[in-house]
C-alpha cells in the first residue's frame, strides 16, 4: 500500500501472502481496515520504519539566502522557528526530522538538530513552521550556506488507525519456520517521543493460526505473537480473540497509552497486555475490565 491522506480497505480476501497490509515509506494520515479475511498469513498489519531510514530522501533545506534577509532558523525558549527554502507541505502534529543546524560553527544536536513534532504551521507562510525542541539553545542557528545547509525531512508515519472485524489466520510454524507470524506489527522511531504510530484503535478482530494447527515457536523469531507495536502513542486493544502460543500475545515496547480491554483467547481466558523489556520479564497491565470492576467494588 502507499501513503497518503487516507485509506480503507474493507471486504477483502487474500491468501497465502507474507505481507499483507505493507508500508515501508511515506506518512499516512490514516486507515481504516475492518471486514477483511487473511488466510494462511505472515504478517496482517506490517508497518516496517526503520529508525535510521524511514523518512524523506533527499532531505529539503532551510531558506540560505544571504544577509541581510532574517535568519531562517530562531527560537524563542524552546520553540524553534524553521524557515524552509520552498513550501513544506507539513501539518501540525507531523513528525520531521531536523539536522545540521550549527551554533557558533558547532553542530546543535542537543538543541535544534534531532527529530519533533511540528507545533505550529504559520497560515500566512507556507514555508515557516515551528517545532518544540528538548532545552533552549543559547543563540539562534548559523547562517546556512550552499556547503552546510540546515536540512529538513518528514519521518514516515501513520497517524490515526482504526482495524475492526477482521480475521488474521496466520500460518502454522514449527523449529524450522523461517520467521514467527503476527497479526500486526509495527516498528518505527524509537528514541521516542515523537512516536511514528499514533492513535490507534485494534477492535473486534481474530487472530489464529490457520485451521487452528498446533504450532510451536520458531528458532529463529521464537513464538507467534497476535501484536507486537511499537512506536505507538496511543492505542486501545479492546474485544479481540487472539490464539497463538506466544504466552503475551499483545506485545509494545517504546510506547506509551497503550490499554487492552476484555481481550481473550477462544476458550474464555483473559488476555492482558504486555511491555516487552530486555531482558524479558513476565510483567502484565491490568486489563481495564478488571480496573472498572475493581473501582465499582470500592464504590460499594
Given at each position: ?5 487516507g ?41 516496517n ?6 523518512f524523506?530522501?533527499?532531505p ?13 532558523l ?6 524553534a522557528?524553521f ?10 502534529g ?6 545540521n ?5 558547532q ?10 513534532l ?23 542557528a ?5 556547503a ?10 501513520t ?11 496466520v ?8 520467521a514467527?507470524?503476527?497479526g ?7 528514541g ?9 484503535v ?14 510451536t515457536p520458531?528458532a529463529?523469531?521464537g ?7 511499537d ?5 486501545l486493544i ?24 476484555n ?29 472498572i470492576?475493581d ?6
Amino acid at each position: 500500500m502507499a501513503s497518503g491522506a487516507g485509506c480503507v480497505t474493507e471486504g477483502n480476501s487474500t491468501y497465502d501472502s507474507v505481507n499483507n497490509f505493507y508500508i515501508d515509506t511515506g506518512a499516512t494520515r490514516s486507515a481504516v481496515l475492518r471486514y477483511n479475511y487473511y488466510s494462511n498469513i505472515g504478517y496482517g498489519i506490517n508497518q516496517n520504519f526503520p529508525p535510521d531510514t524511514a523518512f524523506e530522501t533527499p532531505p529539503r533545506i532551510a531558506d540560505d539566502a544571504p544577509a541581510p534577509a532574517p535568519l531562517p532558523l530562531t527560537h524563542v525558549g524552546t520553540l524553534a522557528t524553521f524557515r524552509a527554502k520552498a513550501p513544506h507541505g507539513l501539518f501540525v502534529g507531523e513528525a520531521v526530522k531536523i539536522a545540521n543546524a550549527r551554533i557558533s560553527g558547532q553542530l546543535a544536536d542537543t538543541t535544534y538538530n534531532g527529530n519533533f513534532l511540528v507545533e505550529t504551521v504559520d497560515p500566512s507562510d507556507a514555508k515557516v513552521f515551528s517545532y518544540r525542541m528538548n532545552m533552549a539553545p543559547s543563540l539562534d542557528a548559523d547562517r546556512p550556506t550552499g556547503a552546510q545547509p540546515i536540512q529538513f525531512a518528514a519521518r514516515w508515519q501513520t497517524h490515526r488507525w482504526a482495524i475492526e472485524n477482521n480475521i488474521f489466520d496466520v500460518y502454522a510454524t514449527d523449529i524450522n519456520s523461517a520467521a514467527a507470524p503476527r497479526g500486526m506489527s509495527t516498528y518505527g522511531y524509537e528514541g521516542v517521543p515523537p512516536y511514528m504510530f499514533r492513535h490507534l484503535v485494534f477492535r473486534e478482530n481474530i487472530v489464529r493460526h490457520l485451521d487452528s494447527v498446533p504450532s510451536t515457536p520458531s528458532a529463529v523469531e521464537g513464538a507467534t505473537v497476535g501484536l507486537r507495536i511499537d512506536s505507538v502513542d496511543g492505542a486501545l486493544i479492546q474485544e479481540n480473540i487472539i490464539d497463538v502460543e506466544d504466552p503475551n500475545p499483545i506485545q509494545y515496547l517504546h510506547s506509551q497509552n497503550v490499554k487492552s480491554f476484555n481481550n481473550a483467547t477462544a476458550a474464555g481466558v483473559l488476555i492482558r497486555g504486555h511491555l516487552s523489556t530486555s531482558p524479558e520479564t513476565n510483567q502484565k497491565d491490568d486489563d481495564w475490565a478488571t480496573v472498572i470492576e475493581d473501582a465499582m467494588v470500592l464504590s460499594l
